[in-house]
């Protein structure tokens, strides 16, 4: 049931970008979503944090990888907690969203779409915050701020982060554009979820 509501709100949103999503971004960038209040009102019903982005690529790229990384202050954890890969060309959406579980403890849900001609692909998935616990523990999230070149590789989209401690600093612009040198930046966060895309031939 929660996936295909995600579903249903990825194409709705889908619909709604095509017809006016940001047709000033430069070729092969990728950039926030300026989204009306009614789009805003529709992800704030199914998710605590979502995030929209569009992009625009030349023919030489064909598909997209998308997916989440996981840090405990600082440091990788094993594989990606989920991904996928999909064909895309010219301009697209991708739409990533996270919600608490109500049915397992310290759980949260993340579902990406990506919307490109009228087709949409998504993956769902599911991570376990702390086994601590996450009562006392802060929350901020982030994404990037000004359009970003995909021609360089890997790209952060997002990020969600959280503490015990009550100091939550915001990520930088440099952040996105490369976290290992910038990884100082969430080493004092219990969990960092980072929403990376690859586009490629």
């Keep these: 049931m929660k996936k295909l509501l995600f579903v249903t709100i990825v194409t709705v949103l889908a619909l709604t970008l095509s017809a006016c999503g940001n047709s000033s971004l430069k070729a092969n960038t990728i950039a926030e979503t300026e989204l009306t209040e009614r789009e805003k009102g529709i992800l704030s019903t199914t998710s605590n944090q979502s995030f929209v982005f569009d992009y625009n690529i030349e023919s030489e790229y064909k598909k997209v990888t998308i997916w989440i990384e996981k840090y405990e202050f600082g440091k990788l954890v094993d594989e990606p907690i989920g ?11 991708i739409i990533f969203t996270a919600f608490k579980s109500n049915d397992t403890q310290n759980q949260t849900l993340f579902n990406v779409g990506v919307s490109n001609n009228g087709d949409t692909g998504s993956f769902n998935t599911s991570d376990i915050i702390s086994s601590n616990g996450t009562d006392g523990m802060f929350i901020s999230w982030g994404n ?17 982060c959280y503490s015990q401690g009550s100091t939550m600093a915001s990520r930088t612009l440099e952040f996105y554009r ?10 004092d966060y219990d969990v960092v979820y980072l929403l990376k895309s690859k586009f490629s031939n």
């Design 178 to 187: 490369d976290v290992e040198g910038h990884i100082h930046e969430i080493k």
């Design 144 to 160: 990037i701020s000004e359009a970003i070149d995909i021609t360089n590789g890997e790209v952060v989209l997002a990020s969600i």
């Design 83 to 93: 991904g996928m890969t999909t064909e895309v060309k010219d301009k697209g959406s």
